[in-house]
Nanobody, 124 residues
Framework: VQLQASGGGLVQAGGSLRLSCAAP????????MGWFRQSPGKERTLVVS????????YYADSVKGRFTISRDNVENTVSLQMNNLKPEDTAVYYC??????????????????YGQGTQVTVSS
């Protein structure tokens, strides 16, 4: 299952970007969705996620107060609004979906499906 993500691009520090991703198939089969990011030489890490059923959210400390994840049950999409972007936010962002609960819940890997990745570049 390949997730379809959109958004990303180049922005100056302090600017904003919005990423969107379509949920795979019927969203009733999804436990949670989230966004990972990976910058050169670093591991891919989960930065935000949302539990589909009740919209509970998780944010990594590095993005708290700046990023907002939301989901649309009608359109079956998840969006990531990124404000006050910093150069250290530069990375490839991957949309991801978890099909069922795993120990650690929606705030931890593993995630089962990933998108192709979209580049976010923040210039200083």
């Amino acid at each position: 299952v390949q997730l379809q993500a959109s958004g990303g691009g180049l922005v100056q520090a302090g600017g904003s970007l919005r990423l969107s991703c379509a949920a795979p198939g019927r969203s009733g089969r999804i436990y949670s969705m989230g966004w990972f990011r990976q910058s050169p030489g670093k591991e891919r890490t989960l930065v935000v996620s949302i539990r589909w059923g009740d919209a509970s959210t998780y944010y990594a400390d590095s993005v708290k107060g700046r990023f907002t994840i939301s989901r649309d049950n009608v359109e079956n999409t998840v969006s990531l609004q990124m404000n006050n972007l910093k150069p250290e936010d530069t990375a490839v962002y991957y949309c991801a979906a978890k099909r069922a609960f795993t120990p650690g819940g929606f705030a931890e890997p593993p995630y089962h499906y990933y998108g192709q990745g979209t580049q976010v570049t923040v210039s200083s």
